[in-house]
Nanobody, 127 residues
Framework: EVQLVESGGGLVQAGGSLRLSCAAS????????IGWFRQAPGKEREGVSC????????YYKDSVKGRFTISSDSAKNTVYLQMNSLKPEDTAVYYC????????????????????WGQGTQVTVSS
């Protein structure tokens, strides 16, 4: 069973940076799709950034391109989301989701996530 635990959220001023971590147990970086999603109060959940082993691609939501970077460390079984130049509109609960199967591209997985989910970590950006 895949278990995901997010960490790294917090309160930061606009323009600041945070690095989120998603520690995955019961997960192997062989065939997978994994990503970061967020949900702000009163809004639908959205895919922020995803990575896939199937096509070796990464996906970023347009509004975070150039500011966020997704990466993985298979030795630590951890996926990161480096968030720079944060804006108040980035405020949300950020979740990690993953599936340990191949065949799913990164953009597809960010639009249609399934599998295991973490408990979320709050990111608050003050203006």
């Amino acid at each position: 069973e895949v278990q995901l635990v997010e960490s790294g959220g917090g309160l930061v001023q606009a323009g600041g940076s945070l690095r989120l971590s998603c520690a995955a147990s019961g997960f192997t970086f062989d065939d997978y799709a994994i990503g970061w999603f967020r949900q702000a109060p009163g809004k639908e959940r959205e895919g922020v950034s995803c990575i896939s082993s199937s096509d070796g691609s990464t996906y970023y939501k347009d509004s975070v391109k150039g500011r966020f970077t997704i990466s993985s460390d298979s030795a630590k079984n951890t996926v990161y989301l480096q968030m720079n130049s944060l804006k108040p509109e980035d405020t949300a609960v950020y979740y990690c989701a993953a599936v340990n199967r191949g065949g799913y591209g990164s953009s597809w997985y960010c639009r249609t996530p399934f599998g295991s989910w973490g408990q979320g970590t709050q990111v608050t950006v003050s203006s």
